[in-house]
């Protein structure tokens, strides 16, 4: 959905530089088109097996893709109040939420049950007793998965890998049918499903697949010990191409994987996919400011900082950067840098790219996921604004903030 026509770049049918002068940078573009094929790709690939695809909220969380997302059919995945707040505003359907987290307070869950979400996938003991309180106390009954951690290495970046003993998630595999056989002393509860997530930006889908097996054996032997299990929650996680020239795994293959060992168990899939969704159908366009050189070091300064995208600075995260006016220019080695005072403000160190110069407008790719929802107003910068593109048409979803909002709430 992105791709340049001559020398300009476009997102769909609007070229991005006109749209950069009339919003301003920096700015975030999504793809509705692109959200939308790879919401589609999941639920196609699913077929006939009954599947709910719950998109991740925490991955970009605004209301009007939220709102594109619930009127495509989406369940929703969220790891707070706040998110199925959102959820709420956006006209998703609270009967198609899951509740995931490993620290989930008395009154998100009161909230949640009070909105009637489909189910919890509980990380400890103490949260299954805190759910049946509070279901009992509302005279409701509540659906629960217990968020087993399999043990089982994703091969990705350490701080978002979430599958192995050492990491604070989930109920160790071994010790989970103890676990729901105790759970029986919860009369307001109900044990529906199993669920996993071992971790994002996964490449290789096949430590995934690992975990479905021993999750379904584990089902498996739930179900003869005669509990109610209905569905398999198998997470997030696969992952998007963020270098130029990187194949990123095809959902739809992947999909066919888990479907194809589901198939013969009469089990409802549930999956909760955020960054394969919006990762690739967003960008964020900057401004450059300044060309400098410092030593032997060029740096290209721009109005976009590690405010607005944190990912290269905390995970060393790559995104390439393009221009949205192609030159025939050769390429240079620089580092990308924002205004933001401190050496880890980049977004991209010692890269070949195209030789841009002050006035020159830029897209950061693939930021569509973790991108604006871990933007801050460090520095007091103002969050950037964000826009969805439908076609030819654009529109503003989330305004530019003011200094005004800056202060918001605070007192002398
Ligand atoms: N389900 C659970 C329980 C999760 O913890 C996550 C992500 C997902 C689903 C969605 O995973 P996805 O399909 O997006 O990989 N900020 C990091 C990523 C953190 C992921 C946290 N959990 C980044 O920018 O790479």
């Given amino acids: 959905m992105f791709a340049y026509s001559q020398n300009d770049y476009y997102c769909e049918q609007v070229p991005l530089a006109d749209l950069a002068h009339q919003a301003g940078t920096p700015a975030y573009v999504y793809s509705s088109q692109a959200i939308l094929q790879n919401y589609a790709a999941y639920t196609q690939a699913f ?46 359907d609270p009967s198609k939420v899951v509740f995931s987290g490993v620290g989930k307070t008395a009154a998100e869950v009161e909230y949640a049950l009070e909105s009637g979400i489909h189910t919890f996938n509980c990380e400890s003991e103490a949260e299954l007793a805190l759910l049946d309180a509070k279901a009992a106390r509302l005279g409701k009954t509540a659906g629960f998965s217990i968020r087993v951690n399999p043990d089982v290495d994703a ?7 979430t599958g192995l003993s050492r990491h604070k998630f989930g109920i160790a595999i071994a010790g989970a049918a103890a676990v729901y056989e105790r759970a029986r002393q919860f009369r307001n509860l109900v044990a529906e499903g199993v669920s996993c997530h071992i971790g994002s930006q996964i490449l290789d889908p096949s430590p995934i697949l690992e975990a479905v097996d021993k999750v379904l054996a584990l089902a498996n032997t739930l179900r003869a010990q005669g509990h109610p299990i209905r569905h398999l929650d198998l997470g997030g996680g696969l992952g998007v191409a963020y270098h130029a020239g990187e194949k990123s ?29 919006v990762g690739p159908a967003g960008v964020l366009l900057t401004r450059v400011l300044y060309r400098k050189r410092n030593g032997d070091k060029e740096f290209l300064v721009v109005d976009a900082a590690m405010n607005d995208l944190i990912r290269p600075s905390l995970y060393r995260a790559h995104h390439e950067i393009l221009p949205l006016r192609k030159n025939s220019l050769p390429l240079v080695t620089m580092d990308v840098v924002g205004p933001v005072c401190e050496t880890g403000d980049f977004l991209a160190r010692d890269r070949a790219m195209a030789n841009a110069m002050p006035g020159d407008f830029l897209a950061v790719s693939t930021a569509g996921a973790y991108g ?15 826009v969805l593109v ?23």
Avoid at 72 to 88: K, P, Q
Avoid at 155 to 161: D, F, G, K, L
Avoid at 390 to 412: F, H, K, M, P, S
Wanted: glycine share 10%; net charge positive; aromatic share 8%.
């Fill in 372 to 386: 604006f929802v871990l933007s801050s107003n460090y520095n007091s910068r103002p969050r950037a604004p964000e």
């Fill in 47 to 92: 077929g006939a097996l009954p599947h709910t695809v719950c998109y991740a909220v925490k991955a970009n969380s605004s209301l009007a893709i939220l709102a594109l997302l619930a009127k495509a059919g989406a369940g929703f995945d969220i790891v707070s109040g706040g998110e199925l707040y959102r959820v709420l505003q956006a006209g998703g």
């Fill in 155 to 161: 091969v990705t970046h350490p701080y978002i890998s």
């Fill in 390 to 412: 439908e076609g030819a048409t654009w529109r503003i979803i989330r305004q530019r903030e003011q200094y005004q909002d800056l202060v918001r709430g605070e007192t002398l």
């Fill in 249 to 277: 795994p095809e959902i739809r293959a992947f999909v066919e994987m888990l479907s194809s060992r589901l198939q013969a168990s009469g089990l409802t899939a549930m999956i909760e996919p955020g960054r394969s969704i």
